[in-house]
Nanobody
């Protein structure tokens, strides 16, 4: 059974930092692109960041460029999202996602985690 498990969410003040982690199990995603989506209450899910299978290419939503950094460790079957200079509008449930390519993972990921809550207070 494929599992994507997020961790690292929490409550932080504006300007603070959090590091999200995504651990995968059930199969190997080494050759797959991975990424993060988020969903705030009343909003649709939106793309946040993505990384190619080898970490050689990354994509970011304009709203997080320069503040968030995505990375992965294939040896640990894990992916990370370092979030700095957090803003109240970053408050959302953050989901780990997997797709067959960067193009796919940024639009229609095939696998989703349950999500971890990030709350940024003003």
């Amino acid at each position: 059974q494929v599992q994507l498990v997020e961790s690292g969410g929490g409550l932080v003040q504006a300007g603070g930092s959090l590091r999200l982690s995504c651990a995968t199990s059930g199969r190997t995603f080494i050759s797959y692109a991975m990424g993060w989506f988020r969903q705030a209450p009343g909003n649709e899910r939106e793309f946040v960041a993505a990384i190619a299978w080898d970490g050689g290419s990354t994509r970011y939503a304009d709203s997080v460029k320069g503040r968030f950094t995505i990375s992965r460790d294939n040896g640990k079957n894990s992916m990370y999202l370092q979030m700095n200079s957090l803003k109240p509008e970053d408050t959302a449930v953050y989901h780990c996602v997997v797709g067959t390519s960067l193009a796919v993972v940024t639009t229609e990921p095939g696998y989703w985690g349950q999500g971890t809550q990030v709350t940024v207070s003003s």
